[in-house]
């Protein structure tokens, strides 16, 4: 291998001006995201890098020496980076810590008259460790996150090799460097290991970070922030789809909405924040006795609703008295310690296997018996149709279709 090692100085100046010039721009399209910001500061700290080592021309001096400082640095930022995205905290302080120390040891050596060589190896590994940093969190903790994220961890990792087989080199060969600005295959493929590895690093986590970005957005449009539950466009969407399955398997369908009784007073006794976590923690009660198959969304302030696939009037009711039943169990306080009793309506609306039921026409059978549930005295259940049609038609659903949730295996529901 003979390259012209300047002209490879000029490359990896241009390549990282490059992807500067990319994070800066996806760092200014999402603000929020302080990874894209820690990898920006390490993409100014290696372009600082090479300015400074093409000014001093390779000669190893105080310019250099100011180069591989910041060197050290956007290392650490990139490592940092990848904690923050996986992690949430900006890792191990070491990554920080250790940069003044590193730079002192690098001084003291220059100053004992230890060869470039030997200057260079020392970095080599230093800077090896900061990555291997980074390589490690991925492995850890995102290797099945997104797939563009293993891209970054196959390039620092062969990165990290290079740089282990660099310092180690100079360190236990015969090997020289007058230069680094010298044409030597050490420093070639050193340079050439930078450019892929880095650039190549640096594209995947901009990737990683906008699918991730993309993922959040696509949550934040189908799920209430507060609740965790699905949002009412997805519910009734959902709603939708199971109709349709459901008159292909000649199944029944139950819809539940579900009203907490006299919120409003909670509200207005207590504050919205204790407002907030009652919501919360009915959400995390009813979730707690559902299918992995049910749907349970939130329709607007303190109303939700359930989508019961293959569970036919009985089943539905049921589940909805066991429910009702935790919600008034549930252990909550006011904003001064004094106790709050929450208590839950619900109106059961099924659409059996025969009939040709919209959506909409489901819903308004669940709100009508919702009404019916509170106009009742409310802390009830009540079944659109109950007296008339419900049993008699479920018991005529027919020999062939589906295993349909019945009262018998209703308490089969709960999946932890």
Same mark, same amino acid.
């Given at each position: 291998m003979?390259?012209?090692?300047p002209t490879?100085?000029?490359?990896l100046m241009?390549?990282?001006?490059?992807?500067?010039l990319?994070v800066?721009?996806?760092?200014?399209?999402? %603000?929020?995201r302080? =990874?894209?910001?820690?990898w920006?500061?390490g993409?100014f700290c290696l372009m600082l890098?090479?300015?400074? $080592?093409?000014?001093?021309?390779?000669?190893?001096? $105080?310019?250099?020496?100011l180069?591989?400082?910041?060197?050290w640095?956007?290392?650490a930022?990139?490592?940092q980076?990848?904690h923050?995205?996986?992690?949430?905290?900006?890792? &191990? %302080?070491?990554?920080?810590?250790?940069?003044? #120390?590193?730079?002192?040891?690098?001084? !003291?050596l220059?100053?004992?008259?230890?060869?470039?060589?030997?200057?260079?190896?020392?970095?080599?590994?230093?800077? !090896?460790?900061? $990555?291997a940093?980074?390589?490690v969190?991925?492995?850890?903790?995102? #290797?099945?996150?997104?797939?563009?994220?293993?891209?970054?961890a196959?390039s620092?990792?062969g @990165?990290?090799?290079?740089? @282990? #087989?660099r310092?180690?080199?100079l360190?236990?060969t =015969?090997d020289?460097?007058?230069? /680094?600005?010298e044409?030597g295959?050490?420093q070639e $493929?050193?340079m050439l290991a930078?450019?892929v590895? +880095?650039?190549?690093?640096?594209f995947?986590?901009?990737m990683?970070v906008?699918?991730?970005?993309?993922?959040q957005l696509?949550? +934040?449009?189908?799920q209430?922030g507060?609740?965790?539950?699905l949002?009412?466009a997805?519910?009734d969407e959902?709603?939708?789809?199971?109709l349709?399955?459901?008159r292909?398997?000649?199944?029944?369908v139950?819809f539940v909405? +579900?009203?907490?009784?006299?919120?409003?007073?909670?509200?207005?006794?207590?504050?919205?924040?204790?407002?907030d976590e009652?919501l %919360?923690?009915?959400?995390?009660?009813?979730?707690?006795? /559902?299918?992995?198959?049910?749907v349970?969304?939130?329709?607007?302030?303190?109303?939700?609703?359930?989508?019961?696939?293959a569970?036919? &009037?009985a089943?539905?009711r049921?589940?909805v008295?066991?429910?009702r039943?935790a919600?008034a169990a549930?252990?909550?306080q006011?904003r001064?310690g004094s106790?709050?009793?929450?208590t839950?309506?619900a109106g059961?609306?099924?659409?059996?296997p025969?009939?040709e +039921?919209s959506? =909409?026409?489901?819903?308004g059978?669940?709100?009508?018996?919702?009404?019916?549930?509170k106009?009742?005295g409310?802390?009830?259940?009540e079944?659109?149709?109950?007296?008339?049609?419900?049993e &008699?038609?479920?018991a005529?659903?027919?020999?062939?279709a589906? &295993?349909?949730l019945?009262?018998a295996?209703?308490? =089969?529901?709960?999946v932890?």
């Open positions: 003979n390259l012209h090692v490879l100085m000029v490359a241009l390549g990282f001006a490059l992807l500067t990319q800066s721009l996806a760092h200014r399209r999402t %603000r929020s302080h =990874e894209l910001a820690l920006s500061r993409c890098d090479f300015v400074l $080592l093409a000014a001093d021309r390779g000669q190893g001096g $105080l310019l250099t020496s180069g591989q400082a910041a060197q640095a956007g290392l930022f990139y490592a980076a990848l923050w995205l996986l992690l949430g905290h900006a890792g &191990p %302080r070491w990554l920080v810590h250790s940069q003044p #120390w590193a730079w002192a040891v690098l001084l !003291a220059q100053l004992v008259g230890v060869s470039l060589a030997g200057r260079v190896a020392a970095s080599s590994l230093y800077c !090896a460790a900061l $990555l940093s980074g390589v969190v991925i492995r850890l903790r995102g #290797w099945n996150a997104e797939r563009s994220l293993r891209l970054v196959v620092l990792a @990165l990290v090799l290079v740089l @282990l #087989w310092g180690a080199r360190l236990w =015969e020289t460097i007058v230069s /680094l600005s044409a295959p050490i $493929l050193a930078t450019y590895g +880095m650039l190549g690093a640096g995947g986590f901009v990683t906008f699918e991730r970005t993309a993922a696509e949550l +934040m449009a189908t209430d507060l609740t965790g539950c949002n009412r997805t519910t959902l709603l939708a789809q199971a349709r399955q459901a292909r398997a000649a199944q029944p139950a909405l +579900m009203d907490l009784d006299h919120f409003k007073r909670i509200n207005d006794s207590h504050g919205h924040q204790t407002g009652v %919360r923690r009915f959400a995390v009660a009813v979730r707690q006795r /559902l299918r992995a198959s049910d349970f969304g939130r329709l607007g302030g303190e109303e939700f609703g359930l989508v019961l696939p569970t036919d &009037p089943g539905a049921i589940l008295d066991d429910v039943e919600v549930l252990q909550l006011g001064d106790p709050i009793r929450l839950v309506s059961i609306a099924v659409a059996l025969g009939q +039921m959506a =909409e026409r489901l819903y059978r669940a709100d009508q018996s919702l009404y019916e549930a106009r009742c409310r802390n009830r259940t079944l659109y149709g109950a007296s008339r049609e419900a &008699p038609a479920a005529d659903a027919g020999a062939g589906a &295993p349909v019945r009262a295996d209703a308490s =089969e529901r709960r932890g």
